[in-house]
T-cell receptor, first 115, second 114 residues
Framework: EAGVAQSPRYKIIEKRQSVAFWCNPI?????LYWYQQILGQGPKLLIQ????????DSQLPKDRFSAERLKGVDSTLKIQPAKLEDSAVYLCASSLRGDHTGELFFGEGSRLTVL | KNQVEQSPQSLIILEGKNCTLQ??????????LRWYKQDTGRGPVSLTI?????NTKSNGRYTATLDADTKQSSLHITASQLSDSASYICVVSGPGDSWGKLQFGAGTQVVVTP
């Protein structure tokens, strides 16, 4: 079974530039998440999708971050303009269901460095 | 304040030795607790999951214990191998929480040396 796919794996940009990350969840998984993991910290939820609808985006900095999940399958996360503090690993995860009873599968992450 | 605290922050152990990682949480009410292993540059991978009614769960050389009364969990690694070098993250959820409401610890960085 294919896992959660993410790209690019690494990205280096200058502050005020824009960047986009892509995620393809495990086939059939209705729920997709984007997490931000700063070095030395645990993942922090940015946004949760159920199919193509947003369930929780309360911690998404909406002035610069945006995310979409068209057709309820793959998703993109965009940052525009980037700040130095956005340097982190962006993890995509998916699960069959959106509750705590299902397993959560993570992708390998996209590491962003903002100079 | 983080509701999940892990200790130590990091540790170095010799190959073949055992070690124990700690996780204290304040999430209440509590539903389940998971331990994840995160290799450097990779995504987290689930090791164990325990509900409030369980007090131990094993996965190969990894054994997790849970004391729901004291709100403490530990992860014991037996006969460590070089491949055990990773960050170990404790994750706690309350009843009815979606995965988005999970409380993540900051992780314990384990380095296994030859």
């Amino acid at each position: 079974e294919a896992g959660v796919a993410q790209s690019p794996r690494y990205k280096i940009i200058e502050k005020r530039q824009s960047v986009a990350f892509w995620c393809n969840p495990i086939s059939g998984h209705a729920t997709l998440y984007w997490y931000q993991q700063i070095l030395g910290q645990g993942p922090k939820l940015l946004i949760q999708f159920q199919n193509n609808g947003v369930v929780d985006d309360s911690q998404l900095p909406k002035d610069r971050f945006s995310a979409e999940r068209l057709k309820g399958v793959d998703s993109t996360l965009k940052i525009q303009p980037a700040k130095l503090e956005d340097s982190a690993v962006y993890l995509c995860a998916s699960s069959l269901r959106g509750d705590h009873t299902g397993e959560l599968f993570f992708g390998e992450g996209s590491r962003l460095t903002v100079l | 304040k983080n509701q999940v605290e892990q200790s130590p922050q990091s540790l170095i152990i010799l190959e073949g030795k055992n070690c124990t990682l700690q996780c204290n949480y304040t999430v209440s009410p509590f539903s389940n607790l998971r331990w994840y292993k995160q290799d450097t540059g990779r995504g987290p991978v689930s090791l164990t999951i325990m509900t409030f009614s369980e007090n131990t769960k094993s996965n190969g050389r990894y054994t997790a214990t849970l004391d729901a009364d004291t709100k403490q969990s530990s992860l014991h690694i037996t006969a460590s191998q070089l491949s055990d070098s990773a960050s170990y993250i404790c994750v706690v959820s309350g009843p009815g929480d979606s995965w988005g409401k999970l409380q993540f610890g900051a992780g314990t960085q384990v380095v296994v040396t030859p």
